[in-house]
Protein backbone atom coordinates (compact mmCIF):
# COMPACT_ATOMS: atom_id res chain seq x y z
CA UNK A 1 0.00 0.00 0.00
CA UNK A 2 1.46 3.51 -1.02
CA UNK A 3 0.86 6.65 1.53
CA UNK A 4 0.75 9.91 -0.02
CA UNK A 5 0.47 13.05 1.22
CA UNK A 6 -3.17 14.14 1.35
CA UNK A 7 -1.83 17.90 0.47
CA UNK A 8 1.19 18.07 -2.09
CA UNK A 9 0.41 14.35 -2.70
CA UNK A 10 4.47 13.54 -2.45
CA UNK A 11 5.20 10.00 -1.99
CA UNK A 12 5.67 9.32 1.81
CA UNK A 13 6.10 5.32 1.78
CA UNK A 14 5.31 2.01 0.48
CA UNK A 15 4.26 0.92 -3.07
CA UNK A 16 1.31 -0.50 -5.07
CA UNK A 17 -1.55 0.14 -6.81
CA UNK A 18 -3.53 0.63 -3.08
CA UNK A 19 -3.29 4.11 -1.73
CA UNK A 20 -3.75 5.80 1.89
CA UNK A 21 -2.99 9.55 2.72
CA UNK A 22 -1.02 11.11 5.37
CA UNK A 23 0.27 14.28 5.81
CA UNK A 24 4.58 14.81 4.98
CA UNK A 25 6.52 17.17 7.37
CA UNK A 26 6.74 20.35 5.26
CA UNK A 27 2.78 20.47 4.54
CA UNK A 28 2.48 19.33 8.40
CA UNK A 29 4.78 22.42 9.43
CA UNK A 30 2.98 24.40 7.12
CA UNK A 31 -0.28 23.85 8.51
CA UNK A 32 0.51 24.36 12.18
CA UNK A 33 2.73 27.68 11.15
CA UNK A 34 -0.79 28.98 9.61
CA UNK A 35 -2.64 28.11 12.19
CA UNK A 36 -0.70 29.79 14.98
CA UNK A 37 -0.94 33.18 12.72
CA UNK A 38 -4.34 32.57 12.28
CA UNK A 39 -5.35 32.06 15.40
CA UNK A 40 -4.01 35.29 16.61
CA UNK A 41 -6.26 37.22 14.96
CA UNK A 42 -10.09 37.53 16.13
CA UNK A 43 -11.52 35.24 13.04
CA UNK A 44 -8.86 33.55 12.80
CA UNK A 45 -9.44 30.06 14.04
CA UNK A 46 -13.36 30.70 12.03
CA UNK A 47 -10.93 31.23 8.63
CA UNK A 48 -8.61 27.89 9.60
CA UNK A 49 -12.20 25.87 10.48
CA UNK A 50 -13.53 26.86 6.84
CA UNK A 51 -10.56 25.78 5.12
CA UNK A 52 -9.55 22.61 6.51
CA UNK A 53 -13.38 21.20 6.25
CA UNK A 54 -13.15 22.12 2.30
CA UNK A 55 -9.33 20.34 2.56
CA UNK A 56 -10.62 17.16 5.02
CA UNK A 57 -14.45 17.66 4.54
CA UNK A 58 -15.61 13.69 4.38
CA UNK A 59 -12.15 12.83 6.48
CA UNK A 60 -11.51 12.13 10.08
CA UNK A 61 -9.97 15.27 11.91
CA UNK A 62 -6.21 14.67 12.56
CA UNK A 63 -5.09 14.19 16.14
CA UNK A 64 -3.94 17.03 17.78
CA UNK A 65 -5.98 19.45 15.63
CA UNK A 66 -9.63 18.33 17.54
CA UNK A 67 -9.43 22.55 19.19
CA UNK A 68 -9.82 24.07 15.44
CA UNK A 69 -12.67 22.19 14.53
CA UNK A 70 -14.60 23.38 17.90
CA UNK A 71 -17.75 25.12 17.86
Known amino acids: MAV ?3 WCGKQLSGSGENVSHGICEPCTARFENHA ?3 AGREDGRR ?3 RRVRRLVAPTLPLPGFE ?3 AI
Open 4 to 6: VCA
Open 36 to 38: RRA
Open 47 to 49: QIR
Open 67 to 69: ALF
